[in-house]
């Protein structure tokens, strides 16, 4: 599957954001999705996880209360709205696709089949 990141962008402290994937070449709906972050100098990390049927998701503690994922899969796409957006969710942001398996969530890197090429987040103080 291909996936396609959008929606990065310069925002003050504060402020919101909402990132979209798009995907194409397989079923989407047979596909966990994640996405992770990778700040300047820093290990790429865990964000947000949502089930293939869009019912379940998972949060890393560092965001719960503010991001929200959810998935349209008529239209292919995942989505991550981020509100009161800090200094340090600065980062490039990174779509995956997870093959439906029994596990949920899936929060390694390596559990990933499948990864966008990343939109970069840069939220001013």
């Known amino acids: 599957v291909q996936l396609q990141a959008s929606g990065g962008g310069l925002v003050q402290a504060g402020g919101s954001l909402r990132l979209s994937c798009a995907a194409s070449?397989?079923?989407?709906?047979?596909?966990?999705m994640g996405w992770f972050r990778q700040p300047p100098g820093k290990e790429r990390e865990f964000v947000a996880a949502?089930?293939?049927?869009?019912?379940?998701?998972y949060y890393a503690d560092s965001v719960k209360g503010r991001f929200t994922i959810s998935r349209d899969n008529a239209k292919n796409t995942v989505y991550l709205q981020m509100n009161i957006l800090k200094p340090e969710d600065t980062a490039v942001y990174y779509c995956?696709?997870?093959?439906?398996?029994?596990?949920?969530?899936?929060?390694?890197?390596?559990?990933?089949?499948?990864w966008g090429q990343g939109t970069l987040v840069t939220v001013s103080s």
């Open positions: 995956a696709a997870s093959y439906y398996s029994g596990n949920f969530p899936e929060i390694g890197r390596y559990d990933y089949e499948y």
């Open positions: 949502i089930d293939w049927s869009g019912g379940y998701s």
């Open positions: 070449g397989r079923t989407f709906g047979n596909y966990h």
